[in-house]
Structure formats: C-alpha cells, structure tokens
C-alpha cells in the first residue's frame, strides 16, 4: 500500500502506512517474546535442589582431590630436604630416597651432563662441557 502511495503522490497516505509497518513489525516482536516466555520449559524446584547437590558434591570431591595432592606434595618436600641435608652433610654416598613412584633416585633416569642454560649461551655444565673447538 505504501509504494501504492507513493508512486500516486499522497505523502500523507504513504507516511501513514510505513507507521503501519513499523507497528506491524512491533506487534511481531512483542508476540515473539510473549511466545517464548509462555512455552519454555518449566522448571520445578526438584531441578534446582538436584543442581545444587551436585554441585556440592562435585566442590567435596575437588576438594578431597586438591587435599591428596597437597599431601603427595608435602612428602615429596620432606624427602627432598632430607636429601639436601645429606648433600650438605660431607657425606658423597647419601642413600636414594624412593620418589612417588617407588623407583629410588638412581635407577631414575639422569639428565644429560648439560643444563639448558649451558646449551643457550655455549656452555655445559659437567665433565662433557667443552667448547666446539674442543671437540673435533
């Protein structure tokens, strides 16, 4: 109806019927959301109460978790001092501590004579640290 009125020139008529359009379009959304309010899924207070149960649950069970791990952590401390006393104690053949995993100190596998700071700038720490001059 709008292009009706424009094309015959009656700008009263025309402005009329693009306000009607716009409440048309107004009138949709507002039964778009009235709609969805009135179909969605309704919720009893049994849904909520199970939620937060589990919810519960699921913050005791972190919790237990967080506390084993801070146990493992502590015992693995302790034994690591215990070792650094014994490096510190002019003794050379401190016995092995077992690790977490029942495996002592010196069946574990040892990292190479070099640290990963000696292989940034060059140089190695260890017996098999010599400059690339030295090993050809």
Do not use: C
């Not at 009329?16 to 009135?38: D, E, F, K, N």
């Not at 510190?88 to 501590?97: R, Y």
């Not at 995993?101 to 990963?116: K, L």
């Amino acid at each position: 109806m709008a292009t009706y009125k424009l094309r015959r020139g009656e700008s009263q008529s025309f402005n009329y019927w693009l306000r009607a359009r716009v409440g048309a379009q107004a009138l949709t959304i507002v039964a778009l959301v009235a709609g969805t309010y009135y179909l969605r899924p309704k919720q009893d207070m049994t849904a909520d109460a199970d939620v937060e149960r589990r919810r519960i649950e699921k913050a005791a069970r972190e919790k237990e978790e967080f506390e084993e791990r801070l146990r493992g952590a502590e015992d693995a401390y302790a034994v690591e001092k215990e070792l650094m006393r014994g490096r510190k104690g002019l003794s050379a053949s401190v016995p092995a501590a077992p690790t977490s995993a029942g495996t002592s100190e010196e069946s574990a596998p040892r990292p190479s004579g070099r640290s990963w700071l000696g292989w940034l700038v060059g140089k190695g720490s260890g017996a098999d640290s010599g400059t690339s001059s030295d090993r050809k």
